[in-house]
């Protein structure tokens, strides 16, 4: 098993920025692709961004292309999002997880799941 702990999240202005990350403990972090999920309140939670078990490959939801980054650090045995040019419906608490199948955009393809950070984008 692998555990997850995100922190980062805050409170930003419409523009600014801020940086996720997602400490993992456990097993190898690099037998997992992983991934970033949000969920806004009344909404599904819905895929943000993911990265394959060495960071050669990575996929954005279309909605945080060109702003938000993903990458991992597996000799320090974590994730990040970085997080650009923030938008009022970036509002959800972000949720960091691990796949033992390949990359996906999938969450139930999603063995580990962290307990989320909240991030709060004023206008």
């Known amino acids: 098993q692998v555990q997850l702990v995100e922190s980062g999240g805050g409170l930003v202005q419409a523009g600014g920025s801020l940086r996720l990350s997602c400490a993992a403990s456990?097993?190898?972090?690099?037998?997992?692709?992983m991934g970033w999920f949000r969920q806004a309140p009344g909404k599904e939670r819905e895929f943000v961004a993911a990265?394959?078990?060495?960071?050669?490959?990575?996929s954005y939801a279309d909605s945080v292309k060109g702003r938000f980054t993903i990458s991992r650090d597996n000799a320090k045995t974590a994730v990040f999002l970085q997080l650009n040019n923030l938008k009022p419906e970036d509002t959800a608490i972000y949720y960091c997880?691990?796949?033992?199948?390949?990359?996906?955009?999938?969450?139930?393809?999603?063995?580990?799941w962290g307990q989320g950070t909240q991030v709060t984008v004023s206008s």
């Open positions: 990265i394959t078990r060495v960071g050669f490959t990575t």
């Open positions: 997880a691990a796949a033992e199948s390949a990359i996906t955009l999938r969450s139930s393809r999603y063995d580990y």
């Open positions: 456990g097993r190898t972090l690099s037998r997992y692709a």
